[in-house]
């Protein structure tokens, strides 16, 4: 026995909603994360950052960095 249109509307609908939660909740843990930092010690133990983080750096000494900043993008003309 098949679903009359509304019944089939109505179900197509829950389904979509149900994977835009879905799809809203991955985006939700993708994105970029803000660090705030007030010294050298705070900035050498940022984690490996990720396209679109940020650093934000507070006043403060900041005289023994000893970090390596990574990136994934290739060259130069490519980050632009």
Request: hydrophobic residues 40%; charged residues 15%; contains cysteine.
């Amino acid at each position: 026995m098949s679903q009359g249109p509304p019944k089939l509307l109505h179900r197509i609908s829950k389904i979509c909603l149900a994977w835009f939660v879905v799809l809203f909740v991955v985006i939700s843990s993708l994105q970029a994360k803000v660090y705030t930092v007030s010294n050298a010690t705070d900035f050498n133990n940022l984690p490996r950052l990720n396209a679109g983080d940020v650093v934000q750096m507070n006043s403060g000494t900041y005289g023994a960095l000893n970090k390596t900043l990574e990136s994934s993008i290739s060259d130069d003309t490519t980050a632009k």
